[in-house]
């Protein structure tokens, strides 16, 4: 067996110092990670022990709240019930003040009842008196007027007839108003009255090419009526040579219409194969 064989069949660590090394600092890591927990959790209990206390200290606070609230509370029924006591009092005096004048009521009644007992005897008197007064003087002293007011009614309904006819004062109001519809029916009708119109532009197309167009055009404003009017006119190209007439007038709606003018165009069979409306505008 030679050396080299030898060694193969050794089983030897050499690289043990790496791996002891690399022990060592994996246990260092450790411990340092023990002490960061170590550390946060007593934080954790520090932050727990101040919630307590400020948990504490507010129940305290609450607590002396309540009491200086309690004692606001029964210095506040203290005050209601002297106010009450107040208005007990107050109340006594009006029921007994009531008392007085009832008591005071009751007593004229009586000395009414006293003196109506004593009156007719005075009634039955002074008509006795006053006859003996209308006979020596001859004048009535207590009569009324009765009369008196009755003839100055009378003259009254003389002078102011109430009911009397107006007659002539209607006749009067009739002729105004009648006058007052003639005038503004007289001033009606000079308004000059509005007259609907309208502009059209007619395509007229003839035959062929060899149509004239000049003779067209005069044929087409021939035509003519109440409420028409010929105003410019172009030729426009259609294709293969042939050419329409496009020629505008103005119209007045209650006299001339598209149909009357169509027919009437179209009566020149010589010249023109149809008639189509290119625009149609009010004025």
Known sequence: MSLAEALMQER???????????????????????????????????EIARAREQIQESLKGEKRGVAVQSDEFFSRLDSLEKRFDCLLKVVTKIESRLDAIEKQSTAPSA?????????????????????????????????????????????????????????????????????????????????PTLIAKSMIILDVKPWDDETDMVELEKRVRTVATDGLLWGAS???????????????????????????????????????????IAAFNKL
Not at 146 to 175: I, M, P, Q, Y
Not at 240 to 252: A, D, F, P
């Open 12 to 46: 030897v660590w050499t690289d043990r110092y790496r791996y002891e090394a690399a022990m060592c600092s994996e246990q260092a890591r450790l411990a340092g990670a023990i002490i960061t927990v170590a550390t946060a959790t007593s934080g954790l209990v520090g």
């Open 111 to 191: 000395a009414g009842k006293a003196t109506a007992a004593a009156c007719p005897a005075a009634q039955g008197a002074a008509p006795r008196e006053r006859a003996v007064l209308e006979a020596e003087e001859g004048v009535d002293l207590f009569g009324d007027d009765t009369e008196d007011k009755k003839e100055a009614e009378a003259d009254d309904d003389d002078d102011v007839n109430l009911f009397g006819s107006d007659s002539e004062e209607d006749e009067e109001a009739l002729k105004q108003k009648a006058d007052r519809v003639a005038a503004y029916a007289a001033k009606k009708g000079k308004k």
């Open 234 to 276: 172009k030729l426009v190209a259609v294709g293969y040579g042939i050419k329409k007439l496009q020629i505008s007038c103005v119209v007045e709606d209650d006299k001339v219409g598209t149909d009357f003018l169509e027919e009437t165009i179209t009566a020149f069979e010589d010249f023109v194969q149809s008639v189509d």
